[in-house]
């Protein structure tokens, strides 16, 4: 779904901007009240035109969320619960629900995963479902943690619901609740987990999903969602299940503690990073006490939210989820993922959302924590 997206930042509140394009009750009804589980907006003028500005101030979208981690089954359950919360209330001011942006990009979430809101965006036409349903359906399918079987099972019910233009939510709502009940023994498969067909020539995933009935649920799950990613380019799973050597496991716990602030100093009283062999090193470098962390890999996640972000940095000025270190177009950048007091890069201080290109030696401010980017 397209949009005219703009954000703002007014005092300490953050601002999704879209322009209002039609003048239905419905943008009264939704502009007056507060519905459960919509994110509050208001009508406001800007350069002669109606704008509507949703307050997505300390939320942060269920694409960025879920950018680093996956959903497990109760993840995604509560998601549905919440979606069908939503259209009750939806009912209850005679709002329309397919009127509900479902672009991953657009929802949003308290960062704690426990709390979803929606945009209400009110349009000329109705239509039977969202319009951008099949955007929400690919990524839960991406996103479905391949080792809860629950959650890869689920994901896949509603991406085949939506291509069959079935998808009715209280049904799916249903069955989830039983597969709720089920234990991992009724979904685990007798055997190892490995697919031993290979794909035929000009075989689509659909026809990889129905090929072979006999095989367990779970394989069928892991191989349609491996051949759906392979074919859209971001292949990032194997759907054989076998153990990890433990070479690969220990450079992963090493490759996680290089993410973490040294606590030991030395006796001059200096903190040292252990870094790594490479000197050619991307770091950010504190002014205030000389700390270093070292920005590899990238994307960085920097906030308050501990255990979920990549740099901790405990200080009240700082959002849960505050910023974001990224690599594109061969150059660095840093994004203010929705934060309440900014991110400023050399006296610029970034909008909620924008990008801005680094270079060695660029001063970062998180809040009033202040680095240099090296």
């Not at 907006?41 to 109606?50: A, L, N, S």
């Not at 069908?84 to 949003?108: H, V, W």
């Not at 503690?257 to 040292?272: K, L, P, R």
Request: negative net charge; contains cysteine.
């Amino acid at each position: 779904m397209n949009m005219a997206v703009e954000y703002k930042r007014d005092m300490s509140r953050n601002y999704l901007i879209l322009p209002r394009i039609c003048n239905s009750y419905q943008v009264r009804m939704v502009t007056r009240n507060r519905p459960d589980g919509f994110l509050p907006v208001t009508e406001k003028q800007k350069e002669g035109e109606e704008k509507l500005c949703y307050d997505i101030s300390s939320r942060l979208s269920l694409e960025r969320l879920y950018e680093k981690k996956d959903m497990g089954f109760e993840e995604i359950r509560r998601f549905f619960v919440s979606w069908q919360e939503a259209n009750l209330s939806a009912e209850r001011y005679l709002l329309t629900s397919s009127f509900l942006i479902c672009d991953p990009k657009y929802i949003y979430m308290d960062p704690s995963g426990l709390k979803t809101e929606w945009i209400c965006y009110p349009k000329e036409e109705e239509t039977p479902y969202p319009e951008d349903l099949k955007l929400l359906a690919e990524f839960i399918l991406e996103k479905a943690n391949r080792e809860d079987s629950k959650a890869a099972e689920a994901a896949y019910a509603f991406y085949k619901a939506v291509k069959e233009d079935s998808f009715l939510l209280p049904d799916l709502l249903k069955m989830f609740e039983k597969m709720a009940e089920k234990t991992e023994e009724d979904l685990e498969p007798e055997g190892p987990v490995k697919a031993e067909c290979p794909r035929e020539e000009n075989e689509t995933p659909e026809q990889i999903w129905e090929r072979k009935p006999k095989e367990s649920l779970f394989v069928r799950i892991g191989r349609f969602v491996e051949e759906k990613l392979l074919k859209r380019g971001t292949h990032r799973l194997k759907v054989e299940k076998t153990e990890q050597p433990r070479e690969n496991v220990r450079r992963k716990e090493e490759a996680a503690d290089s993410f973490a602030w040294m606590s030991q100093q030395e006796e001059s009283g200096e903190t040292v990073l252990l870094a790594g062999e490479s000197e050619e090193v991307r770091e950010l470098y504190s002014m205030s006490d000389g700390r270093r962390f070292c920005l590899d890999p990238l994307p960085v996640t920097i906030g308050k939210l501990k255990k979920e972000v990549d740099l901790y940095l405990d200080s009240p000025g700082i959002s849960r989820y505050h910023a974001r270190i990224l690599e594109a177009d061969n150059a660095i950048w840093v994004e203010d993922t929705n934060s309440k007091n900014g991110v400023v890069v050399n006296e610029y201080r970034l909008s909620a959302f924008e990008k801005v290109k680094l270079t060695p030696g660029d001063r970062i401010y998180f809040g009033r924590e202040g680095f240099i980017f090296r």
